[in-house]
C-alpha cells in the first residue's frame, strides 16, 4: 500500500563534492561545468579560450591579414551578449600595456532597442550606450520600428506592404478596419510596428517576426557600415534550444542559417558564433566574476507560462532535461554543426518575409500534407503596395474595390507563393496587417521576375529540349 511517506521518500541527488580544479591539479575546484570541476582561473581560461578558437580559426577571418574585416557585435543587453563585449574587448584590445597584434579591424557595437514590445518606456538605449561607453568600441543604436524606415530596404523603397486573408465572414469588416489603419497618413514607425505586432495572433508567431525584423536591421546596419561579419552571442544553450524550436517550427531547411558556427547570411555578410561552445551557465558566472551588468529587456514570453510559445517551450525542455543528463545541450549543438546548407540551396528564391531560402516545390507539398481543403477563393492570402500616405493607383472600373468608391486600386497578388513553410504556417496565426518596406521591395520585385519570365517563357528553352 502506498503511504504518505513513499511519496515523500524520494531519492535526493547530493550535490557532487568539489575536489581539486581538473586542469591544474592544484587548486581547489570551485566551478562544476558538465562533470568537469574548475578552479577560477582555469574555469576562465578554458572559457576565453573557446572564445579564442572560434575568432581566430573563422574562415571570415583567416587569410585576411592585409585586409582585416570590419566586426558588428549584435549585443541585446542579456548576459551572453555582454559576455560577448567584454571578452571580444580583452581579445581585441587587451591589456593598452601590451601591444600587440589584432587580427579584426574595427569592431563595432550594435544595440536594437526592442522596447516598443514590451517596455520599458523609457527604451533601452541609454542603458546599452553606457555599457558600451566604459568600452573603446562604437556604439550603434537602433529601433525595432526602424524596420518601417525607407533606410532598410536596397532601393529606398517607401511602400508597405498590406496583408489581407479573405474569408467569407470577416474579410471585409477587418479589410476596412486595416484600410482605417493604413489611410491615417500620419502613422509614425512605432505605430506601423504595432499595427503589424498586435495582429500576429499567437506569441510562437509573434517572436518569429521579431527576431527576423532584428536580423534584417542588424544585416542592413552591417552593409552600411562596410562590417562583413556580424558576431551573435548565440551561448551552446540558445543553439541547442534554437535547433530544436527552429525544427518543430518547420524551419529545418534553413537551420544552419539559424545555428552554424559561421555562415555566409548574404553576399558578402556572415555570421559568426563565437560562444557556440559557451554553455549559458559558464556565461553567467563569467559576468559575476567579472561584476558586468546587463540590461533587462522583457520579451513578450517573460513570466509566461511554460506553455505560451514553441520557444519557451523548447527552453524549458532542454535547460530541465541538461540538468539531470548534462550532455544534452552539447549533444544537440554537435549534432546540429553538421548541418549545412548545399550550393543549390544557396541559390533559391528568399522568403519574403524571413530572407531565409526558400525549399522548391514547398507550396505544393504543404497542399498535398494539410488535410483541411479550403477552396482557393475562400483562403486566399493577398497584398497590395500602398504608399506611404495610402494612396495606391486611381480606382478604375476593372481595378475597383468592388464598391465602386473611387478607393484605391489594388495590385493584388499572392504573398504565399513568396513565403518559406516556415512563414506561411505563420501566416495563417495572422490577422491582415501591414508588412515594412523591405519585405514589399523583395515581394514587388519577386512578382516582377515571375512576370516577366511569364511572358518571356514560350522564347525559353527548357533543359530537355
Ligand atoms: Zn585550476
Ligand atoms: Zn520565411
New binding site residues.
Partial sequence: MCSLQDDIDIEKKSKPQLKT?V?????R?QYLVRHAQ??K??FLHTLVGKFRVMISKSKFVVGRKECKPNVLLAFSGGASSRALVHMMNEFHVGDPAVKKKTILDNVKICHIDESIICGPEEGTLKQAENIISQYPFQFIGASLEDVFSSEYTDSDFEQVLRTEIVTREEGSKSHDQLKAVIESSTLTNKEKANALLNNIVKATAKEDMISYLKNKLLIQIAKRENCSIILLGDSSTRIAVKCIAYTSKGRGFSLPYDVAAEIEVEKGVGYLRPLRDCLTKELGIYNYLHKLETVFVPTITTGAPIKASIDRLTEEFITSLDRDFPSTVSTVVRTASKLTTSKSSEQNERCTVCLRPIQNGISEWRERITVMELPKSDVNSAIAATDENGNGSACTSDGCCGQGCGSPKESKFDLLPLLCYSCQINARDTKPTILPPFMAERAKEAYSRESLREQISEFLIDDSE
Avoid at 23 to 27: L, N, S, Y
Fill in positions: 580544479c586542469k591544474c591539479k592544484v587548486e575546484a574548475y578552479c582561473q582555469c
